[in-house]
């Protein structure tokens, strides 16, 4: 099945005001304005993991002043910001906090390597005390709402959106209801067991689940003894020929398949968009790989399956921050 193309609004309606974009990751946070002249002015610094749990909503809001100041624009021009952050969440008095295992280093401890002892970080309260109206969703449910807005999964009632980066997180919708759980979690299938290898810790505290084995800093922690010190180092020897590469990615591929399969089984999908740093910058090579594990496999729940580079690329991240607080 052709991937329908992506076609993002250009620009807010005129007269619209302009909302601040926040995209959130374990290793990144970018920021963007979206106004009648476009997505633009976009700023962004590696994630603070350093200092008290409030730094985080300090960075974002610092951010918005300087992605402001950049577009020329004051911070009271903004009318909404759309936060799309990996997860998962824990509320507080009904509000967002993250407990992110790439971010807060308290989950999995010291073996971790993140120099804090969070469990959690305020999000949803201080910035709602900086911006008139603050939407908060889990960065791969909002990049299924941009996805099925605009992008791989218009059309689609029935698909999923992976996303395949320093975690691995995703975004579900069945019979046209996104599924969002009791804290806006669900989706976290990056948490689930599908290999017996127990070499990989886990941010969570987990070992041997699918993030654990195959997100982008796992690798890069599993792999580094044998040469390559992280997901890019391993896959361009896999392409070259490294025998040893390839094998170690067969077996990343098989981690990655198996959980998309047990997708597909249980939420009976038509189709799975898949975005993020190692996916996209890999993504010819990967996708006949994955799509593999489904192939042949139950044929009266995989046959018509496909799996879909994301439709909106590498800017996928801004346009789901931004589809949280437009149309």
């Not at 926040?22 to 200092?51: C, N, W, Y």
């Not at 008290?52 to 909404?80: F, N, R």
């Amino acid at each position: 099945m052709p991937t329908p193309s992506a076609s993002p609004p250009d620009r807010l309606p005129p007269g619209a005001r302009p909302v601040a974009c926040v995209d959130i990751g374990g290793t990144k946070v970018a920021v963007s304005v979206a106004d009648a002249q476009g997505l633009r002015a976009r700023v962004t610094e590696p994630t603070v993991t350093q200092g008290e749990p409030g730094a985080l909503a300090q960075q974002i809001v610092a951010l918005v002043g300087q992605s402001c100041t950049q577009a020329g624009l004051h911070v009271s021009d903004i009318a909404a910001v759309g936060v799309a952050s990996c997860g998962p969440f824990v509320l507080n008095q009904g509000l967002v906090e993250l407990a992110a295992p790439n971010i807060c280093g308290g989950l999995a401890g010291v073996a971790r390597g993140l120099p804090n002892d969070w469990t959690s970080v305020p999000l949803e309260a201080p910035l709602r005390a900086a911006f008139p109206v603050v939407r908060v969703e889990n960065d791969a449910i909002a990049a299924l709402v941009a996805e099925r807005r605009w992008g791989a999964l218009q059309g689609q009632d029935h698909c999923a959106y992976v996303t395949w980066s320093t975690g691995i997180g995703l975004g579900l919708c069945v019979d046209g209801h996104i599924l969002r759980g009791k804290n806006g979690n669900a989706g976290h299938a990056g948490h689930t067991f599908v290999s017996d290898n127990l070499d990989g810790l886990c941010g969570c505290g987990n070992v041997g689940d699918v993030e654990g084995l195959v997100a982008g800093n796992a690798m890069a922690r599993r792999f580094a003894g044998q040469g390559y010190v992280d997901a890019a180092t391993l896959f361009v020897a896999a392409h070259a020929g490294d025998t040893r590469a390839m094998a170690l990615v067969d077996d990343v591929c098989r981690v990655m398949g198996r959980a998309l399969y047990n997708l597909v089984v249980t939420l009976d999908l038509q189709r799975i968009a898949i975005g993020g740093s190692v996916f996209w910058n890999h993504r010819d090579w990967l996708l006949p790989r994955l799509q593999a594990a489904l192939d042949g496999h139950l044929p009266a729940l995989t046959t018509g399956v496909d799996i879909a580079a994301a439709g909106l690329g590498p800017q996928l991240g801004d346009w789901a921050a931004c589809a949280l607080v437009t149309g």
